[in-house]
């Protein structure tokens, strides 16, 4: 059923385009009632506004906290229409209808970024704000609730097309948008309370995102896909994209695969290819071409079509090494001008500048329907002063650098993972597998196809233990002399006397890296 709109109560912290709202409501003959800052805004306009203190009789107080927390506004708004009980008691209190609520709240997440100061950030947690909206919202099929000014235009062309009058369908279209907005709100502030208190795993716990955009499509075309930011700041993911097609859900699955392993150290410049979220090469190089070489080297035909991620300025000479393959996305902490040009020229080639990207969130999470995983994220990798040389031989300072750098990437790398690098750089990765010696055999295979005389004297990682033998004789029979492991198998006695057999050298870290 069509309502007419005769009286507006609005009241908005963010006054942008309100100018077109107030001149369609005028042209309506509908009357608005108004607050504060809001009220004087709509005066300056030009346009005839009561203001809430002349409609309620009552003067706001307690330093604007109270101000449209009064039974004649939200009786107005609960009104129903259709009660002849609800009638009869307006009438006796000299009430009025309100049939259209335009609100939007105190900026908390502005003030967020502004300041640190809690009391300053308490005084903008909004009240009058979040209940008239959640009243209009409950009385959609007399009310309409207007809770975001990109929906000023629908309202306008709703209001055009019923000549002052919205139908039932779009009030409560306009309802259920405003009660994900209440309860966003409300979750940032839950947010926010939590980290004060240093709170990771309350009792209830709100997961809330604000869609940044829709993607074409999930992980395969018929799956319907959008890519959410679930942050204090929720403008942005802190990265930009400089060219290119749209990225997808795989892209971006790819992409923040990779920022996890270039997040995690700065010092030296690393280059990482990623496809579908495993590494398939690392290298820390101090020559960032050397970094790019090694590390595509590591798997030649997996990076195709794969994207690469640098924790460094691309230059020129980079990029046209780049540009030799085909790659879906180019990350990076910046690009030289010229490089950049030259990167454009793909089309296809997503290019991404990183250099801002920081990554605020302590925990991971994983959604299975009508429920979710939450986690602290892995951020140990091994403690030197902790690690247990068991086998007769023991690795030297360099070895434990080069151990240092395996284990760190097989943290990243999907389970069960074996991770066989030299020199910095991988040259066998293993993912995925059911078992520890498939993963094992799929490492070396690859170190044997692409860099087979780097497996001499090679060092392997494994995320977790090896529970038999098997793993470690396929590494020692391909040329790993040094293998880095969680240690605590019931078979561990079995495994350090195959090593020490073998005169090769094993360390237990005592922390296992299950990336499930």
Known sequence: MNQKIKTALISVSDKKELLSIIKTLKKYKINIISSGGTYNSIRKMGFKCKEISEFTNFSEMLDGRVKTLHPKIHSGILFNRSKSKHRLQMKKN????????????YPFKNTLKKTMNAKRIIENIDIGGPTMVRAAAKNFKDVVIITNRENYSNLILELQKNKGKTSLAFREKMAGEAFSQTAYYDSIISEWFNRKLGIHFPNKKMIFGKRL??????????????????DLNDETLNFKKMSGKELSYNNYNDIFAGLEILMNDNKVPTTVIIKHANPCGVASNRSKIKSFKLSQASDPVSAFGGIVGCNYKINLKLALEINKTFFEVVMAKGFEQDALNLLKKKKNMRVIDISNY????????????????????DCNVLDKEKLKFVTKNKPTNKEIKEMEFAYKVCKFVKSNAIVVVKDQATIGIGAGQQNRLDSCKIATQKAREFQ?????????????????????KTLIKNGVKVIIQPGGSIRDKEVIKEANKANIKMVFTGIRHFNH
Not at 215 to 230: A, C
Not at 358 to 377: C, H, M, Y
Not at 452 to 472: C, H, M, R, T, V
């Open 213 to 230: 955009e829709k993607l074409r499509y999930g992980e395969n075309p018929h799956q319907k896909s959008s890519i959410y930011v679930s």
């Open 452 to 472: 087979p005389e780097k497996l001499k004297n090679s060092i392997a990682a494994s995320d977790a233990f090896f529970p038999f033998a098997d793993g470690i």
């Open 94 to 105: 000299n009430f009025e209808p309100i049939d259209l609520v335009i609100v939007n709240f």
């Open 358 to 377: 920081n990554e605020r969130s302590k925990l991971t999470a994983k959604i299975f329907g009508n429920s979710f995983l939450l986690q602290d994220k």
